[in-house]
Structures are given as C-alpha cells and as structure tokens.
C-alpha cells in the first residue's frame, strides 16, 4: 500500500475525531457547565460531537477523495453500518415521531456507529496514528479514575452541584435504592452505571496493555505512574459506582485477558487455588446474604430502605416489557420512541437492555444487523 502523506485535511480528519474521543471523557460537566451560562442552548451544547461528527463525515470523504481510496468504503466495516444507518432512515415514513425526537433518536442510534467507521478509516490512511488515539484513552481514563478517586476520598458527595448538577440535569450521585450509607459516585460521566461501564472498560485496556509490554518492569516511570493512577482509581471508581452488572463485566473482561495470555502459563496447582478463592468469596456472600453490605450492595434487597421499588423489580419489568414489545413489534416502534429522545415527546419510554432498546427502534432487521455488527 502507497505510504501517504499527510497535509491540513489529514490532520483536520484526525483532530476533529481525537477531540470527540477526548471529549467524551468530560462530556457531562463540560456541557452543564456551559448550559448553566446559556440554558436556552443547553440541548445544541450536548450535540457539540454530533456536529462534529457530521464534520468528521465531510472532511473524511474529501480526504478519502484526494488520495484516491474510495475502495476503503467496500470494506465489510464500512458496508455493513452503512446498510444499518439507511434502515434507520427508510423506517422513518412508517411511524410519527416528532422532529426532535427522530433527531435525537438518529443522534443516540448512530453516533457510536459512525464514529467507528470514520476512526477505522482514518487509521486504514495512516496506522502510525493509532498510538495517539491510544493515548488520547489512556489520558481520558486518568481523569476519569483520579476525579473518582477524589469522589470518594476527598470530595463532598454533591460537589458538582456548583457546576450546574442538579434535577433539571444531572443528579450530583445517586444511591443505592434511596440508602444515603451507599452513595453512588459519577466522576465525570453521566451517572454511576456509565461510570462503572467506562471503568471496566479501562481496567480492561490497562490490563492488556500490560501484558502486551510483558510486565510493569519494561515501562517507564511516567508510564508505570499513569498505570497505577488510572488503574487504582477506575477500580475505586468502579467499586464507588456499585454497579453489580459492569462490576460482574471487568472481573469476565480482566479474567479472560489473563487467562488468554498469562493463563496458559499457569501450574496447576495456581488454577486449582484460584478456583479455591472463588468459589471460597461466592461462600462468603452466600453465608452473608442477610448481612448489610450484601442486602444493600449486591443483592440491593434491604427493606429498610427508603425505595419505594427496588431496583430489581426495576430491571426485571424493564426486560419482560422490552421483550414483549420486541415480540409483537417486528419493525420496531421508530426512531425516538425509547430512551432519552423518547423524553423529547408525549409518551416517554425507558428500556435499559441495548438490545431491546435497538429492536424497539428498528425492528428484528435492525436488530440482527446490530448483533451481526458487534459480533463481527
């Protein structure tokens, strides 16, 4: 492949996504805080990505356009959210959203999708920029953990209330089903379950990279420091956020790395022994189960608490509802009737599983189309 060079385009493709991916990390504080000062554009300051995004798009295609690689657009990884991102768009005649609500819908449905698509683009042009969006994480998770670990050793629980957190926008935490001796902390995501997903994300990442440099000892010290910052903090965090389901995610994710690459050198008897620890913690939580930790945290249970439903109940009506609907809705209900631009209309509607979420906006096609996409 013809080694290109690099010239204002390139570099505007490049930036445009790298502020995106950096900007993701803040996004929560940096956007109320501004919409505190102008709160009559307080929803065109949350699509600040969006529209760069759309940018993105157009600078993207003029790039591809002055080196010639229109062929990058044939790939698989191109084809297929190109044919999910048009279903979205040929759904639209069939049902009543308002405009706002197809809007935000088509913003949150595809945002994820199309950034994918432009980042494996621009690293297709030019694979020696792949370590400065590695970087750019690394750096985004630093904050995340650090403004945790403050969360939870320093800072009063509502100290982003002077920001602009409140009800009309963000809660300033959360806790578990109203119990105040569990507060549930955000960093600087947009609540506790983000959080605790971004967090497994990074222990994930900090533990591959890891491996990969075959130990601590290879790294250097500004290395060896951003790693033990970033990964105390994300695990403080991802206690902090006491959400079970990312908690149960970076024990799988972080255990299937080891075990993929340290794993295989393993003896028996430390295999035997790790079972022996396992299976010696579920005990214990079982022997426990009526103790005030498991009550509240794991098994969020506690009567004594000031929820009036728990969260379990929570999240088992939300999955039998968005599977019934997934049943008897073959083409989904539209673009905007779930989730946050659901809020935006007459008849708001929370489905918590992504899956069903998917399918309820777009249909089993659509459905399919995301599995297949993620599963590839």
Not at 322 to 337: F, M, N
């Amino acid at each position: 492949m013809t080694r290109l060079t690099a010239n204002w385009l390139d570099y505007t493709f490049a930036g445009l996504l790298l502020v995106v991916l950096g900007g993701v990390f803040v996004h929560a504080p940096l956007t109320i805080w501004l919409g505190s000062f102008w709160p009559d554009q307080a929803l065109l300051i949350k699509a600040w990505k969006e529209i760069l995004l759309i940018l993105a798009v157009i600078v993207g295609l003029a790039t591809l356009w002055r080196h010639g690689r229109w062929t990058e657009l044939r790939s698989s990884w191109v084809l297929l959210p190109v044919v999910y991102g048009t279903l979205h768009l040929a759904l639209l005649p069939l049902f009543n959203q308002s405009w706002t609500e197809v809007v935000a819908g088509l913003m949150i449905d595809l945002r994820y999708i199309v950034y994918f698509v432009l980042t494996y683009l621009i690293i297709r042009l030019y694979p020696g920029w792949r370590p400065l969006f590695l970087r750019v994480v690394a750096i985004g998770m630093m904050i995340v953990g650090g403004f945790g670990l403050l969360q939870v050793l320093v800072l009063p629980a509502d100290v982003l209330t002077g920001i602009g957190y409140g009800e009309e926008t963000i809660q300033p935490y959360l806790t578990v089903d109203e119990n105040p001796d569990y507060v549930r902390i955000n960093s600087t995501m947009r609540g506790p379950n983000p959080l605790g997903a971004i967090a497994a994300i990074g222990l994930t990442l900090g533990a591959s990279w890891l491996v990969l440099r075959s130990g601590a000892s290879r790294l250097a010290r500004w290395q060896r420091a951003g790693l033990a910052i970033g990964g105390v903090g994300l695990a403080i965090a991802l206690w902090a956020s006491y959400s079970r389901s990312a908690v149960v995610a970076a024990i799988v994710a972080v255990g299937l790395v080891l075990l993929l690459t340290v794993g295989r050198r393993l003896p028996r008897a430390a295999w035997i022994g790790l079972f022996v620890v396992g299976f010696g913690i579920l005990g214990g939580l079982y022997a426990g189960r009526d103790s005030d930790f498991v009550s509240n945290v794991i098994l969020h249970e506690n009567e004594g608490t000031g929820a009036l439903v728990s969260s379990n109940d929570g999240h088992v009506e939300s999955l039998i509802d968005g599977t019934e609907r997934l049943v008897r809705q073959p083409l989904g209900a539209g673009i905007g009737s779930t989730g946050s631009a659901s809020l935006l209309g007459d008849e708001p509607l929370i489905i918590e599983n992504q899956y069903l979420f998917i399918a309820h906006e777009v249909g089993w096609i659509g459905l399919g189309l995301f599995t297949w996409l993620f599963g590839a």
